[in-house]
C-alpha cells in the first residue's frame, strides 16, 4: 500500500474519544483510534495531531463566566485528551511527543515548530494541546495553524458524520452530501466544516481539508490512501 500523503494533521474531537459515553475518556476507543494511527505510521506517514476538549469543557458554553477564562480552562481539557492520545499511541508501539502552547514542562514539551517537524521526520506522532495558546480561537483554528507550520500537505477533521452536508442529516434524512466542496462555499454558505478562521486560514495557505466520519476507525488509514470518503474543500 501507498499513502498518498507524506505528512498529514490530523483533527480529533474530544467527543470522539469519549465513544458512547459522551463525556470524559473511553480508553478502549481510543485504543481503537491509535490502532488506526499506527498502521498509517508504519506506511512511514507523519503525523500531527490536535485534539479538542468537548468532552471534558466548552468555552463558549460557558454562560456567564469570563471567555478568557472559560477558553483557558478548555485548553486544559484539550491537554487531558492529548495525554490519553499519547498512553494510547505509546500502547500500540507508536512512538510520541506531547508539546503544548501554554508551558507546563513537567508534563509535556513547549510547542517548538523545528523541534516538532524534528519529530516527524524521526517517525514520532505529535499531539499538540492547548489549541493555539490564545484565548477566542478554536481547535479547529488551532489545526489548521499548526499543520501550515509544519507544512502538512492536508488536513484530515475527522467527525461524527461521514462529511459536509447541506443540512444536518441526523434532523434531515433528505440532506445532500458533498463530495467536493471550494474554501468560499465553505464560508459563503456558513457549512459547518470549520469556523470561518480556520476555513479562511486553509484557504489562505492552500491547505485542503479532508473532513469524513472517526466511524469506523480505520476510515483514517483509508484517508491516507487516498480512497473517496468524507468531503474534500480544497
Same mark, same amino acid.
Given at each position: 500500500m501507498e499513502p498518498k500523503y507524506k505528512r498529514i494533521l490530523l483533527k480529533l474531537s474530544g467527543e470522539a474519544l469519549a465513544g458512547s459515553n459522551k463525556m470524559g475518556i473511553d480508553f478502549d &476507543?481510543?485504543? =481503537?483510534? *491509535?490502532?488506526?494511527? /499506527? /498502521? *498509517?505510521? !508504519?506506511? +512511514?506517514? =507523519?503525523? +500531527?495531531i490536535v485534539v479538542g476538549g468537548g468532552n471534558f469543557w466548552r468555552g463558549r458554553s460557558s454562560g456567564q463566566m469570563d471567555r478568557t477564562r472559560a477558553d483557558h480552562m478548555g485548553m486544559l481539557a484539550t491537554v487531558i485528551n492529548s495525554l490519553g492520545i499519547a498512553d494510547g499511541l505509546e500502547q500500540v508501539g507508536v512512538d510520541v511527543r506531547v508539546q503544548t502552547a501554554i508551558s507546563m514542562q513537567q508534563i509535556a514539551e513547549p510547542y517548538i515548530r523545528n523541534r516538532a517537524t524534528r519529530h516527524l521526520e524521526k517517525g514520532r506522532v505529535v499531539v499538540f494541546g492547548c489549541g493555539t495558546g490564545n484565548p477566542f480561537f478554536s481547535t479547529d483554528t488551532a489545526a489548521a495553524l499548526r499543520a501550515a507550520e509544519i507544512e502538512a500537505q492536508i488536513v484530515f477533521?475527522?467527525? @461524527?458524520? !461521514? +462529511?459536509?452536508? !447541506? *443540512? !444536518?442529516? &441526523? /434532523? @434531515?434524512p433528505n440532506a445532500k452530501k458533498y463530495d467536493k466542496l471550494s474554501y468560499l462555499d465553505v464560508l459563503n454558505n456558513g457549512l459547518q466544516v470549520m469556523d470561518s478562521t480556520a476555513a479562511s486560514l486553509c484557504m489562505d495557505n492552500e491547505l485542503p481539508i479532508l473532513v469524513f466520519s472517526l466511524e469506523p476507525s480505520d476510515n483514517i488509514?483509508?484517508?491516507?490512501?487516498g480512497e473517496n470518503i468524507g468531503t474534500l474543500v480544497c
Open positions: &476507543r481510543v485504543l =481503537e483510534i *491509535c490502532a488506526s494511527i /499506527k /498502521k *498509517c505510521t !508504519d506506511l +512511514g506517514v =507523519e503525523i +500531527g477533521k475527522a467527525t @461524527n458524520v !461521514d +462529511g459536509v452536508y !447541506d *443540512c !444536518d442529516p &441526523r /434532523k @434531515n488509514l483509508k484517508a491516507v490512501l
